[in-house]
């Protein structure tokens, strides 16, 4: 075995046989010549990917791995890390994309001879499309590349099915899900709402672009001839993997230029003579190391000196001196940029000379952090001699109803939240104003905001619209809640009598009826957005996330990015959230049926020739059933669905039972209804007679 071979752990492991990670650990226990731990440590050790699966195959346990997680298991266990494994593939993937000739050419050879071999031929490619070599981000280590060729061949192979666009998209969004703490990430719905507020443009900066996710929004808005991309970040390896993930989205013939750099922005500059048509950015927030000391006298304060405390006020100031005369900038924003005492004299300039045009309240958990509802500012560099905006356009998409919880879970869809915004922002943006939408949307005069404080937060300044529609709908949703708690005691179930003793089945688990074919287990894999203009026009397939398995609601979740086929509900499936080691199990309905499955949720497609729906459902719902197949962390609860149990049953009585199953779902259905409506109810006269709206008789 080869010092550097790939590693694979015991989770990987079983991804590869089909099986839970406890059949992995007996595995080990039982079986001697099982191979032995390579690396890792005592507690979660690595092994040799190539040994596991010759003993796996050996064995007859080597169930018949896809080609995208072969190659997804290369590189999360490539012996110098994911990152180096990332760049390679990223490498390789461009020399397929630019050159498939030449890749063919060079992989007839053995491993040896093309690790020989390659770097010469990456170099040139990546001098076309970069620049040269001391000049560009995406530069390959001094190491050799014969540990990584196992992976490019997959990455190559796994290419000529998916495209090699779509190749590295899967190998980044897998990497980013199993390591999301590690990247400030902007999700691709806000990136297409901030692409699409921006409007075409044919030069583009991102000064913290992370990885990429904002150009690669504006590139696939708006795909200019000629098209210039500039971005950069303090991470070195975010810069290279910017670049590619870029250029494999660039025919090299239509002449776009992508050109990354790694440095800290605000003190070295990559890119001081550009003058962009739009600049995008997600900047690290609340940052007191951002150059205060050493930045005192720089140019770009020209509408003042942020306080140490305003980092975020440094990177508005930064993206205004980099657009050119008329470009617009749109910045992702923590809340309190829009209030703080320290930036008043900053947005008091800002509004005074026109710069700042909107600004925007997105909902909680549209962008991490997931608890904070962030404001998008958009921006535009005052054009010589162009007199100053009289008005701004303030727009609150916060609000998801009278019952709102706050955390974000009651958000409007993201579709709705993106077509809102640009209804306010396209309007205003042509004229200069727009006519009030209560509670949503106004143009406020900039003189009314140059008081003491020149507070900007959308929700100080628009007046919520009438309690949950006004009186009228009020006595509506009094009628609705009076007819649903009638169907609720209607419904209220029978108890059964006692049995004589406990009845006592022979027992299976989830994971030996998915081997005996009985059912199908799928997980999710990130949903892509649809293609086309980020105007809400195109059709999207919503996602049923945890959260509506929880709160029994509709699919309300928005595609996150990525390039794999979403997995879709069918009527009939039954979804299990993997977190929180709740008993709350949900069976796919009609109205549901055609979502795609989100993060969190495992599914479960049962054969209905062998297995009840409802019956399989009732059962895995268990208390008894989850503690046993949970496992315990200091902070979080983890469900190994594959351990769940059920009797085994004819069929005829897992009928009986998934009727009862199904009465007492119905019975939950009609509770959670009279709850959110008698919610809507209380806190809609609440507002109703604090408004003014409502009176008290």
């Known amino acids: 075995m080869q010092d550097n071979a790939t590693e694979v752990t015991a989770a990987g492991i079983a991804r590869l046989a089909g099986v839970g990670r406890a059949a992995v650990s007996n595995w080990r226990r039982r079986h001697p010549d099982f191979p032995k731990p390579v690396g890792g440590t005592e507690t979660s050790p690595s092994f040799a990917l190539t040994d596991v699966e010759n003993w796996l195959r050996e064995q007859g346990k080597l169930a018949e791995v896809p080609l995208r997680e072969r190659v997804w298991q290369q590189l999360a266990g490539h012996p110098a890390g994911p990152g180096v494994a990332l760049l390679h593939a990223g490498c390789a993937l461009l020399l397929v994309h630019d050159r498939p000739t030449d890749w063919l050419e060079l992989a007839a050879v053995f491993d040896e001879r093309l690790a020989q071999r390659l770097p010469a031929a990456l170099d040139d490619v990546l001098n076309r499309r970069f620049g040269?070599?001391?000049?560009?981000?995406?530069?390959?280590?001094?190491?050799?590349?014969?540990?990584?060729?196992?992976?490019?061949?997959?990455?190559?192979?796994?290419?000529?099915?998916?495209?090699?666009?779509?190749?590295?998209?899967?190998?980044?969004?897998?990497?980013?899900?199993?390591?999301?703490?590690?990247y400030t990430l902007t999700p691709a719905g806000p990136a297409q709402l901030m692409a699409a507020l921006a409007g075409p443009a044919r030069t583009v900066l991102d000064p913290a672009c992370g990885t990429g996710a904002l150009l690669r929004a504006v590139r696939d808005l708006s795909p200019e001839p000629d098209q210039r991309l500039y971005g950069q970040d303090s991470a070195p390896d975010l810069a290279a993997l910017t670049a590619l993930r870029l250029a494999l989205g660039t025919p090299a013939a239509d002449g776009a230029t992508v050109r990354t750099a790694a440095g800290d922005t605000l003190?070295?500059?990559?890119?001081?003579?550009?003058?962009?048509?739009?600049?995008?950015?997600?900047?690290?927030?609340?940052?007191?190391?951002?150059?205060?000391?050493?930045?005192?006298?720089?140019?770009?304060?020209?509408?003042?000196?942020?306080?140490?405390?305003?980092?975020?006020?440094?990177?508005?100031?930064?993206?205004?001196?980099?657009?050119?005369?008329?470009?617009?900038?749109?910045?992702?924003?923590?809340?309190?940029?829009?209030?703080?005492?320290?930036?008043?004299?900053?947005?008091?300039?800002?509004?005074?000379?026109?710069?700042?045009?909107?600004?925007?309240?997105?909902?909680?958990?549209?962008?991490?952090?997931?608890?904070?509802?962030?404001?998008?500012?958009?921006?535009?560099?005052?054009?010589?001699?162009?007199?100053?905006?009289?008005?701004?356009?303030?727009?609150?998409?916060?609000?998801?109803?009278?019952?709102?919880?706050g955390d974000g879970r009651d958000r409007l869809p993201w579709e709705q939240v993106q077509q809102a915004v640009l209804d306010a922002w396209r309007p205003f943006d042509r004229d200069g104003t727009i006519e009030e939408l209560p509670g949503v949307a106004r143009s406020v005069p900039v003189i009314e905001l140059l008081d003491d404080e020149v507070d900007l937060a959308p929700a100080r300044r628009l007046p919520?619209?009438?309690?949950?529609?006004?009186?009228?709908?009020?006595?509506?949703?009094?009628?609705?809640?009076?007819?649903?708690?009638?169907?609720?005691?209607?419904?209220?179930?029978?108890?059964?009598?006692?049995?004589?003793?406990?009845?006592?089945?022979?027992?299976?688990?989830?994971?030996?009826?998915?081997?005996?074919?009985?059912?199908?287990?799928?997980?999710?894999?990130?949903?892509?957005?649809?293609?086309?203009p980020a105007t809400g026009g195109s059709a999207r397939v919503p996602v049923l996330t945890d959260h509506d398995v929880l709160a029994g609601t509709a699919p309300s979740g928005s595609p996150q990015g990525g390039d794999e086929e979403p997995v879709l509900v069918e009527a009939g499936d039954v979804v299990v959230p993997l977190a929180g080691g709740g008993a709350v199990v949900r069976v796919v309905d009609e109205a549901t049926a055609g979502a795609a499955l989100g993060r969190g949720l495992t599914l479960l497609r049962p054969d209905r020739a062998a297995l009840d729906p409802w019956f399989l459902a009732g059962f895995l719902r268990g208390t008894a059933n989850n503690r046993q197949a949970s496992s315990f962390a200091s902070t979080a609860t983890r469900l190994d669905v594959r351990r769940l149990q059920l009797p085994r049953l004819p069929l005829a009585d897992q009928r009986r039972y998934g009727e009862r199953f199904r009465a007492l779902a119905g019975f939950e259905d009609a509770l959670r209804q009279a709850a959110r409506l008698g919610e809507q109810l209380v806190q809609g006269l609440h507002d109703g007679l604090t408004d003014g709206t409502l009176g008290p008789e």
């Open 267 to 405: 003190r070295a500059d990559a890119f001081p003579d550009v003058r962009a048509d739009a600049v995008l950015a997600h900047p690290p927030f609340n940052e007191r190391n951002w150059g205060h000391d050493e930045l005192a006298y720089d140019a770009r304060w020209e509408y003042g000196f942020p306080a140490r405390t305003e980092s975020e006020l440094a990177w508005i100031q930064h993206t205004l001196a980099r657009l050119r005369d008329g470009g617009t900038a749109v910045l992702l924003m923590p809340p309190a940029a829009a209030s703080r005492r320290s930036g008043r004299r900053i947005r008091a300039d800002l509004l005074r000379r026109g710069a700042l045009r909107a600004v925007i309240a997105l909902p909680a958990g549209s962008v991490p952090p997931n608890n904070i509802p962030l404001h998008l500012w958009v921006l535009r560099r005052p054009g010589a001699g162009t007199p100053p905006a009289p008005e701004l356009l303030l727009v609150e998409t916060t609000g998801g109803g009278p019952a709102g919880s």
């Open 464 to 532: 919520p619209p009438a309690a949950a529609g006004g009186a009228e709908e009020l006595a509506a949703v009094r009628t609705r809640l009076g007819d649903t708690l009638r169907l609720t005691a209607d419904r209220a179930p029978d108890t059964p009598p006692a049995a004589q003793s406990p009845a006592r089945w022979p027992q299976t688990t989830v994971g030996e009826l998915a081997r005996a074919g009985a059912l199908l287990v799928r997980t999710a894999t990130p949903v892509a957005a649809a293609s086309g």
């Open 132 to 182: 040269p070599r001391d000049e560009r981000a995406v530069r390959l280590p001094d190491a050799g590349l014969l540990p990584s060729v196992p992976l490019l061949r997959g990455a190559a192979e796994l290419a000529a099915e998916l495209g090699a666009r779509q190749t590295y998209e899967f190998l980044l969004g897998r990497h980013l899900d199993a390591n999301p703490r590690q």
